[in-house]
């Protein structure tokens, strides 16, 4: 081949790149010498601060390629991977980039074979630092440096430690991104700054030239422990895209320990909150007796009260429902039998529904006041209150299987629907249970106790209306 | 009660933004702010800028203007009848603090959903309003995504569009039962109809900017959805028909599932215990399937078991192939990409390798070693030039030969 008049058969070359990450240098050279004929083999790539004395005596004038020597075949593909494999700390990756060219001038196609060690090789390697540069763009983080000087204004500067030599290939991404701010990207391995109009580089910096903090980090890591679900701890996720290496950078990162340590305690009580949806139903209207007044699932139970049980047989077709125990009831201890309880016994009687074949029971099953010097005042209770309660009721329902609930009053309401409702829209018709009883909704009696003249005559005469379509509804049912 | 602080606040409602499961910032039109006044840009991929211990990507900054709501549904932590403390931002405040942390690199953008406080569309001006100071006086360039309201009227909706890169409308439930169960002042038409009226205005805008060089851009990254999984009976064939139906509808980007958590505070309602987190893991694996291993939702249906639900041991491509037995072992020198697609444990990168290096040489076993992750569970499947799985594939055990191994668990795992 003309090309061996150039070489001298057996020289060794060695080639000293200028800079770690010089593709446009290597590519110069990996040229010259695929067109002189030089055998990967026979080269030896020195990149600054490499172990170039090992090759001391090889030759390091360049051989002249031949004047007709073919031109170098690279596919695109090559290039586009050889550019960022070049970045890699790899020290080999000069040398098995050369020998891909090589191969590629006899095998142009040899990229496509994914199953080809080198190809292999090349690929890692272009993934690694592409990795490292999307880990850049993500894990930098800007300090706030504020300036006496009013001209200069604020200056972001950030201090990041790339595993590759990425750093002078990623300045366009933040120049992109962070075009109208001044600031600066510091490395072991050189710096970054960029003035709102032009980039400099700058000498390899140090951790401490760099600002140690920014009050912003602050509000930072509350959005960070904030935003974390203690429910659905992953770590293996988190570590597999954010590794420990990464971690002394990131102002938020201190607090993971914490947050892992902390998420059963906050998962716990996240759960406790809600707990009773995890007990097990008692299954006799005793047991219910018995739970309820240990119940202090709500601060109802804290007050100092007693727990009332509802009342009737337990294969009531009825179930007639009421808000919770007064003061009397409270302290006798029976649903239904203070002043509410003896109106709405006139009006049952009145339609003719035998109280006693009934199964009367509350939605909230304690008592809820306010002191008022020897008083105790009614409160209604708040509706997170009565859908805590909700469980009860739905055990006594359970037990009794009524084929048609009564429920008296908007909390009475809730307790069955789990909504709040508006009584005048749904009562005088029945709403379908899930578990195929029906829901018939109207007003408390002690409502018409609260009323006066023409206004309690039209709701009484309302109330026994309901009473008596519910007595008819019940004929069908039975 | 003295005046919150904004880092109150943002606890509050940085918290009360969690159980939204989408932080994706990708896929947008490319934008950078290069001759700008401001800051920002997107480059196509998204970029996570943090992990939390959950393995979730941080992307964006994701917060509620308010947990204020006056709705009631039953799974929602910010529900009317919740007792979760309250706090509320002024829209200067969210854009201050949005920029404060796009300035330091932490976040690609903002993620901006609200409680509804005094009706929708006040509401929806309010998330508008965030966007348009981002956009208009400082010149923002980042990611924006909004999550729009329903109930708001369509004018505001649009406008909505036209700042942000995304815009989304969760389904919330995948049934409508459920939905009007649970989540009572939701209709699941109006939801419809606005993600219908969403992506005509997407198709709108895409045909106005071939014709018209500066048409304004409308939403670029499309719309998603989320749905609850585990708050209902629904079952993984409900989830992924419905899933498919509105893929195919309203023409979105993704589908978001979230697995119901517990949460504080939880309605009285919800007598659930919550699903196992891998049940939102192998749905996500079936959306994966239909969105790139050109499976056909009646495929991701055939793979589940008797009850409705994939199978939670073993993945659902795994699942489907080890019911159509007869469909392999594939040939990996001969077989079409798409039969190479169903072969459990060959993903869409492994094929695109074995596609181009088998015109090089007829592969061997070990040379679909070094193209694919695991070799032992590929190689029931496939057949090489010097391998065939004679007796492989009518082992009745097959299952539990390739399902992962059952871990013992930590007695105080989370």
Redesign the interface.
């Given at each position: 081949m003309t090309a061996l008049q150039h070489v001298k058969l057996g020289t060794y070359y060695v080639v000293h790149l200028p800079e770690a990450d010089d593709f446009d240098f290597w590519r110069e050279r990996a040229r010259a010498l695929v067109q002189c004929d030089v055998p990967p083999d026979r080269i030896a790539w020195v990149e600054p601060g490499g172990s170039g004395d090992l090759f001391a005596h090889g030759e390091r004038r360049m051989p002249v390629p031949p004047m007709d020597a073919k031109p170098v075949r690279a596919n695109r593909r090559f290039v586009s991977l050889a550019r960022n494999a070049i970045l890699h700390s790899d020290p080999e990756r000069f040398a098995l980039l050369y020998r891909l060219l090589w191969r590629l001038q006899s095998s142009p196609r040899m990229m496509e074979d994914k199953a080809d060690p080198d190809v292999r090789r090349v690929e890692e390697l272009d993934k690694n630092v592409r990795r490292d540069s999307h880990k850049m763009h993500a894990f930098v983080r800007f300090r706030l440096v504020e300036s006496e000087d009013e001209e200069v204004g604020e200056h972001y500067v950030a201090w990041f430690e790339p595993e590759h030599h990425i750093l002078r290939a990623n300045a366009g991404f933040f120049m992109r991104r962070f075009s109208n701010m001044r600031w600066s990207i510091l490395t072991p391995r050189g710096s970054l700054h960029w003035d709102g109009e032009t980039m400099s580089e700058g000498p390899p910096a140090e951790r401490h030239d760099a600002p140690g903090g920014d009050p912003m980090e602050d509000l930072w890591r509350t959005y960070y422990a904030s935003i974390f679900n203690p429910a659905r701890l992953k770590i293996g996720a988190m570590l597999k895209e954010m590794p420990k290496k990464y971690w002394k950078n990131m102002p938020e990162a201190s607090l993971i320990p914490e947050l892992v340590a902390g998420a059963q305690g906050r998962e716990a009580k996240m759960v406790e909150k809600g707990a009773l949806e995890f007990e097990e139903r008692p299954d006799t209207l005793a047991a219910i007796d018995k739970a309820i007044h240990a119940c202090r699932k709500c601060p109802i139970g804290s007050l100092d009260n007693h727990a009332v049980m509802g009342e009737g047989p337990q294969d009531a077709a009825l179930m007639i429902v009421g808000e919770q125990p007064g003061d009397q009831e409270d302290q006798i201890g029976r649903p239904f039998v203070g002043p509410a309880g003896q109106l709405l016994d006139v009006h049952l009687e009145k339609v003719g529904i035998d109280r006693r074949a009934a199964y009367v029971t509350n939605a909230v099953k304690h008592f809820k006041y306010v002191q008022r010097g020897k008083r105790r005042l009614h409160q209604n209770p708040g509706a997170k209150e009565i859908d805590t309660c909700r469980w009860w009721i739905e055990s006594e329902r359970a037990i009794v299987k009524p084929k048609l609930v009564l429920a008296m009053g908007a909390s009475a309401a809730r307790g069955l629907l789990g909504k709040t409702v508006s009584i005048s829209k749904v009562r005088g018709a029945p709403i379908p249970l899930e578990d195929g009883s029906e829901l018939w909704v109207t007003a408390h009696p002690s409502y018409l106790l609260r009323l006066e003249g023409p206004a309690r005559e039209e709701q009484a005469r309302l109330f026994d209306a309901d009473l008596a379509a519910v007595k008819t509804r019940l004929e069908e049912l039975a | 009660m003295a005046a919150q602080t904004?880092?109150q606040k943002?606890?509050?409602l940085?918290?009360a933004?969690?159980?939204d499961a989408s932080c994706a910032s990708s896929g947008t039109a490319k934008k950078?702010?290069?001759?700008?006044?401001?800051?920002?840009?997107t480059?196509g991929?998204g970029?996570?800028?943090?992990?939390?211990?959950?393995?979730?990507?941080?992307s964006l900054?994701?917060?509620l203007l308010t947990n204020h709501c006056v709705f009631?549904c039953?799974y929602c932590v910010n529900r009317?009848?919740?007792?979760v403390a309250r706090a509320r931002f002024t829209p200067q405040e969210v854009v201050d603090?949005t920029l404060?942390?796009y300035?330091?690199?932490?976040i690609e953008g903002l993620f901006l959903s609200s409680g509804i406080v005094k009706n929708s569309n006040h509401t929806m001006e309010q998330i508008v309003e965030v966007a348009r100071i981002l956009r208009e006086e400082h010149d923002f360039r980042g990611y924006i995504h909004l999550k729009t309201i329903p109930e708001a009227d369509a004018e505001i909706v649009h406008q909505a569009g036209l700042y942000a890169d995304r815009v989304s409308i969760n389904v919330e439930l995948p049934t409508d039962s459920g939905l009007t169960r649970l989540a009572?002042d939701k209709d699941a038409r109006q939801i419809e109809g606005a993600m219908g009226k969403v992506k005509s205005d997407l198709v709108e805008a895409k045909d106005a900017r071939k014709r018209f060089k500066h048409a304004p851009r409308f939403a670029p990254a499309g719309q998603s959805t989320q749905m609850i999984v585990g708050a209902d009976a629904a079952t993984d064939a409900d989830i992924v028909g419905k899933a498919s139906r509105l893929y195919d509808n309203f023409r979105l980007r993704r589908v978001y599932y979230s697995?119901f958590?517990?949460?504080?505070?939880?309605?009285?309602?919800?007598?659930?215990?919550?699903p196992p987190?891998i049940r939102e893991h192998r749905l996500y694996q079936s959306d994966w399937l239909m969105r790139f291993y050109g499976y056909k939702p009646s495929d991701v249906m055939q793979a589940t078991e008797a009850d409705g639900n994939l199978p939670l041991d073993i993945d659902p491509k795994l699942a489907w192939a080890l019911k159509f037995r007869e469909a392999f072992p594939v040939d990996v020198n001969r077989a079409s990409k798409e039969q190479l697609l169903r072969v459990p444990g060959l993903g869409v990168k492994a094929v695109g390798?074995?596609l181009?290096?088998r015109?090089?040489?007829a592969?061997r076993l070990d040379?679909v070693a070094?193209?694919t992750q695991s070799i032992t569970k590929v190689r029931p499947f496939i057949c090489t030039v010097d391998w065939r799985p004679i007796t492989l594939t009518d082992r009745a055990d097959l299952r539990s030969l390739l399902a992962p191994k059952a871990e013992q668990l930590e007695l105080?795992a989370?």
């Open positions: - | 904004i880092l943002l606890e509050i940085a918290d933004a969690k159980y950078n702010s290069l001759g700008g006044k401001g800051i920002g840009s480059e991929m970029i996570c800028h943090a992990y939390a211990p959950d393995g979730r990507c941080i900054l994701k917060i009631d039953h009317k009848s919740s007792n603090l404060a942390f300035r330091r690199n932490y009572p697995a958590s517990p949460i504080p505070d939880a309605s009285a309602v919800l007598p659930l215990k919550r987190l390798k074995i181009a290096s015109r090089h040489r592969l040379d070094l193209l105080f989370a």
